[in-house]
Nanobody
Framework: QVQLVESGGGLVQRGGSLRLSCLVPGSIFSISNIGWYRQRSGEQRELVALTATGGDTKYADSVKGRFTISRDNAKNTVYLEMNSLKPEDTAVYYC????????????WGQGTQVTVSS
């Protein structure tokens, strides 16, 4: 069983910043596409940002210019730096690992709550 350990959520005021962390097992870190997703209350889960094994990154339009995803290979950790936070960023944020080989393997973290007050 692959366990992803998320941290860094919390309550912040509009315009504030938070950094989320996702610790990934070292045995799979380098071969994983790693993304942050979020799920607002009553809505479907959506992709926020993704970092691929080759270093490419992808962002949802709603967070471009405000959020930054990065990988620390030495710590087997992916970060999501969130700046200029808005109340609409309030959601549970999930880390996802996707391994694409002969089969596709996908693992999810437990989620961390981010609340932005107005």
């Amino acid at each position: 069983q692959v366990q992803l350990v998320e941290s860094g959520g919390g309550l912040v005021q509009r315009g504030g910043s938070l950094r989320l962390s996702c610790l990934v097992p070292g045995s799979i870190f380098s071969i994983s596409n790693i993304g942050w997703y979020r799920q607002r209350s009553g809505e479907q889960r959506e992709l926020v940002a993704l970092t691929a094994t080759g270093g490419d990154t992808k962002y949802a339009d709603s967070v471009k210019g405000r959020f930054t995803i990065s990988r620390d290979n030495a710590k087997n950790t992916v970060y999501l730096e969130m700046n200029s936070l808005k109340p609409e960023d309030t959601a549970v944020y999930y880390c996802n690992v996707l391994i694409q080989g002969l089969s596709v393997l996908s693992y999810w973290g437990q989620g961390t709550q981010v609340t932005v007050s107005s």
